[in-house]
Every structure is written in C-alpha cells, then in structure tokens.
C-alpha cells in the first residue's frame, strides 16, 4: 500500500505518441479527488514549425517536474492541502502540546481540543467520511456536525463550543495547507 504522499506523488513517465495527424504527450498521475491514476492529455497539434524538438523539450520538463512532485491535477492546490485529517489532528495535537508546555493555553483548553477533535473524527467515521484528505473539510461538512451535536445530542452550549473550536482548527488548516512544515 502507498503512503498518502506516495500516492500524490504517483505517476507514469510521459510519452510521446505520433500519429498522422495527431501528436500528443500523455501520462498518468494520481488524482486526489478520485484517488486514482487519471490519465492526461497534451496534444501538440498547435505547434506547426519543430513539433518534435517541442515534445522532446515539453518531455524533459514533464518528467522533471513529474519527479520533483508537481501534479497536473493539484498544481493550483497547496500539497499540504492533499493531507489526511489524521495528520493534520496529529500535527494540531504537537503544535497545541507546544503552546500548553509554553504556557500559551491552558491546559483545560488543550483538553477540550483534544475532545472536539476525538469526537468530530468519530463522527466523520461514523457518517462514512473516515480520514479525507483536508481539502474536502467544507463549510457543508461542518454544518453537518454541528446540526448532529445541535439537533442529533441536543447540545446547545455545546454546539456553540465547537463552532468556536471549529473556527481555531480551521484556520490551522488552512495555515498548514499553504505552509511546507506539516
């Protein structure tokens, strides 16, 4: 089985395919959002003058940039944002652990985290989510929760609670998916 980065990271080298008429570089590469190889396409058709000097170059690069990570399918999205939410609670948990040992949080504060945290993951196992990449945790998937802790367990203070938790955790997210450190 592939590490989750392994599996970003998954690709087959580019190939060039001449036709008659039709000339184009394909390759497959991991695609997040459908957690398979999916295939893509670069036709060369527009390229009239030196087309295969043109694909030997767009070749090099491919492969170049394919081993170094890049991705065509995340190339717009932060790498970090292609995190399990596993890792991310694991990495929230260290960076809280540290604030509390400074003294930046109590220590009842980074007990109630680590409660929301058991129990929203607990949930998300529960609805079938399980441990999903960072960039599915939307504004529909936490609405969700907290109707199931408003409506479902009848917690209202509570509710508000984990709204305010819920904020904190993701502005963490989105720090980390546009930071290199997670």
């Known amino acids: 089985m592939l590490s989750n980065l392994q599996e970003i990271k ?92 400074e003294d930046s949080i109590r220590a009842a504060t980074f007990k109630d985290y680590i409660s929301y945290l058991r129990n929203f993951q607990r949930w998300m196992n529960e609805k079938g989510h399980g441990d999903i990449f960072i960039y599915k945790i939307d504004k529909k998937l936490i609405t969700s929760f907290l109707e199931h802790i408003y409506i479902e367990r009848n917690r209202t203070a509570t509710r508000n609670n984990y709204l305010n938790y819920l904020s904190i955790f993701s502005s963490f997210l989105v720090v980390i998916a546009d930071n290199s450190k997670l």
Not at 54 to 81: C, D, I, Q, V
């Open 10 to 101: 998954s690709y087959t080298p580019p190939k060039l395919t001449r036709g008659k008429n039709n000339w184009y570089i394909s390759f497959y590469a991991y695609n997040p959002e459908t957690e398979k190889l999916q295939r893509k396409v670069i036709r060369l058709n527009h390229v009239k003058t030196n087309r295969l000097q043109y694909a030997n170059e767009l070749l090099k690069r491919l492969s170049n940039n394919l081993a170094s990570g890049w991705n065509p399918f995340t190339e717009s999205e932060s790498n970090k944002a292609y995190k399990r939410l596993s890792e991310a609670v694991d990495h929230f948990i260290k960076i809280s652990e540290k604030k509390l040992n």
